[in-house]
């Protein structure tokens, strides 16, 4: 398997299937072996049963589901750990992320290991622009980074650097640039489109997203002064 894209979901039942099989539409394209990996986050609307539905007709579709919600960092926690490609590819399930850039992705991983993508126009209310560039800003001042868009899920990795990532903690997804680089990785950044959500709402607000942000950047900052390279040899 060459390629797993790795999809949370919580409530999403609007959305699911158009990303779905627009991703497949994409993917098919590529002429490599995928597959894709829907992690139903604890949904409690009608997300699970579509995708049931969904995995009847499209058999590169897996599904697995968490009993409880459990944030986006578990739920790819979980899929880092069952996917079965030598490249991930994250994606939101809201249908804001355009598949179409897939492809300008994974070809920046001929030289680097992780590509982040960056929204150049994002079609977010204004409150979540503002916000969105504040944290980014305190984000990159403490933990000495310059990466755009760290709130941008849409990134292809190798898989080998993702498995042993601490996902079990909450909030660590808004963190995979930082923790990869302490690995070692090679890091790009190239530019995304985003798009309007066309159905359901947000889980997000800023002042929600602040309150758990803070704690876990001190906690990522920890990390990095505490962290010893291992470099091994015989």
Not at 5 to 14: K, S
Not at 147 to 171: H, N, S, V, Y
């Amino acid at each position: 398997m060459e390629l797993s894209v790795l999809i949370p979901a919580y409530n999403e039942e609007a959305c699911i299937e158009p990303v779905v099989r627009e991703t497949i539409g994409v993917l098919r394209g590529l002429g490599q072996a995928f597959e894709i990996v829907v992690v139903n986050d604890g949904s409690t609307d009608a997300t699970g049963p579509r995708l049931d539905l969904l995995r009847t007709d499209l058999p590169e579709l897996r599904v697995l589901r968490l009993a409880v919600r459990s944030g986006q960092s578990a739920a790819l926690g979980a899929a880092f750990r069952a996917a079965r490609g030598k490249v991930f590819v994250t994606l939101d399930a809201d249908g804001q992320n355009d598949p179409a850039d897939i492809p300008a992705l994974l070809a920046r991983l001929a030289n680097f290991d992780l590509c982040c993508g960056y929204r150049v126009n994002r079609k977010d209310p204004w409150s979540k622009r503002v916000g969105g560039r504040l944290a980014n800003a305190v984000r990159n001042r403490v933990l000495r980074e310059h990466i755009r868009d760290t709130g941008c899920t849409l990134k292809a990795f190798r898989a080998e650097w993702a498995r042993p990532l601490p996902m079990q903690f909450r909030g660590m997804h808004r963190f995979l640039p930082a923790l990869l680089a302490m690995a070692g990785a090679r890091i790009e950044e190239i530019p995304v489109n985003h798009r309007p959500r066309s159905a359901g709402r947000s889980k997000y607000s800023n002042w929600n997203r602040l309150k758990e942000t803070l704690w876990d950047l001190w906690a990522v900052r920890w990390m990095q002064k505490r962290h010893c390279p291992i470099r091994l040899e015989e």
